[in-house]
């Protein structure tokens, strides 16, 4: 067995190694991304908290509200017309 015959075998075994743990970790983030959608998709695994409209005082999930700093407002003109209640 010559010498380029032996670099060339751990040359493919050294690429078949890299191959697998780029699979390997294909596979991890496969699932984490499944794993995550999932969760997106089941509204019921991620309670969304309320908040309070500063302007009109209506109710919507904290995801939908617009923020000015930590006031919420239900859209973008009760944000601009700015808090009336308290
Ligand atoms: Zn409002």
New binding site residues.
């Given amino acids: 067995m010559s010498i380029t015959k032996i670099l060339l075998l751990l040359f493919f075994i050294w690429l078949g190694w890299k191959i697998y743990k780029f699979y390997k970790r294909y596979q991890t983030v496969k699932k984490i991304l499944e794993q995550s959608m999932r969760e997106q998709q089941n509204p019921l695994s991620i309670p969304s908290a309320l908040c309070q409209?500063?302007?009109?005082?209506?109710h919507l999930p904290e995801k939908e509200a617009f923020f000015d700093g930590q006031t919420p407002?239900?859209?973008i003109e009760?944000k601009r017309a700015g808090s009336t209640l308290s």
Avoid: F, I, Q, S
């Fill in positions: 409209c500063a302007h009109c005082g209506v407002y239900c859209c009760h």
